[in-house]
T-cell receptor
Framework: DAKTTQPNSMESNEEEPVHLPCNHS???????IHWYRQLPSQGPEYVIH???SNVNNRMASLAIAEDRKSSTLILHRATLRDAAVYYC????????????FGKGNQVVVIP | EPEVTQTPSHQVTQMGQEVILRCVPI?????FYWYRQILGQKVEFLVS????????KSEIFDDQFSVERPDGSNFTLKIRSTKLEDSAMYFC???????????FGDGTRLSIL
């Protein structure tokens, strides 16, 4: 599995944007960038995924560097409910692809 | 919104006993997964299942583990003879198609005594 590097933890103020970085210098051409998050005492939850272009959905935006060696998950306005461990995962999208979780980035939202 | 349902939420079992963890995936989904998370550690892939057979399994998924989709709605994980190190949260996941994200249940906490 291609490796990703994320900060261990980050703090953010409520109602402000949050930028979560992820480095993946060994990404292959077929690797998608997937983001999941895990709220306390819950299973992982899909956030967003992308290949080359920036992506937006109702939860977040994903900005992908032109060389694809890094990406940034953007939460536009942090709420207390966004406090979670965020995982940046590389992998093939199709078929029965398994997800290879790392340690993730623990995001703390300060009221 | 449809969700993946896992039962029980907490299972306590004596070492050496068999345990079955149950999952009801989202109804029209075709791909099914089990993951586990030992307390304080990463979420680890165990097995994927498609078209009524195992597609991929990890090193963790040894002969003590098995999966089954006995009917059109349930997906089960069986551990034949549990060990202390099997204590973990077990997550079931499913997805509709190859290019869709995986949806996870909230897990079963398995405690082996």
């Amino acid at each position: 599995d291609a490796k990703t590097t994320q900060p261990n933890s980050m703090e953010s103020n409520e109602e402000e944007p949050v930028h979560l970085p992820c480095n993946h210098s060994t990404i292959s051409g077929t690797d998608y960038i997937h983001w999941y998050r895990q709220l306390p005492s819950q299973g992982p939850e899909y956030v967003i995924h992308g290949l080359t272009s920036n992506v937006n959905n109702r939860m977040a935006s994903l900005a992908i560097a032109e060389d694809r060696k890094s990406s940034t998950l953007i939460l536009h306005r942090a709420t207390l409910r966004d406090a979670a461990v965020y995982y940046c995962i590389l992998g093939f999208l199709g078929g029965n692809n398994r997800l290879a979780f790392g340690k993730g980035n623990q995001v703390v939202v300060i009221p | 919104e449809p969700e993946v349902t896992q039962t029980p939420s907490h299972q306590v079992t004596q070492m050496g006993q068999e345990v079955i963890l149950r999952c009801v995936p989202i109804s029209n989904h075709l791909y099914f997964y089990w993951y586990r998370q030992i307390l304080g550690q990463k979420v680890e892939f165990l097995v994927s299942f498609y078209n009524n057979e195992i597609s991929e399994k990890s090193e963790i998924f040894d002969d003590q583990f098995s999966v089954e989709r006995p009917d059109g709605s349930n997906f089960t994980l069986k551990i034949r003879s549990t060990k202390l190190e099997d204590s973990a949260m077990y997550f079931c996941a499913s997805k509709y198609g190859g290019d869709q994200p995986q949806h996870f249940g909230d897990g079963t906490r398995l405690s082996i005594l």
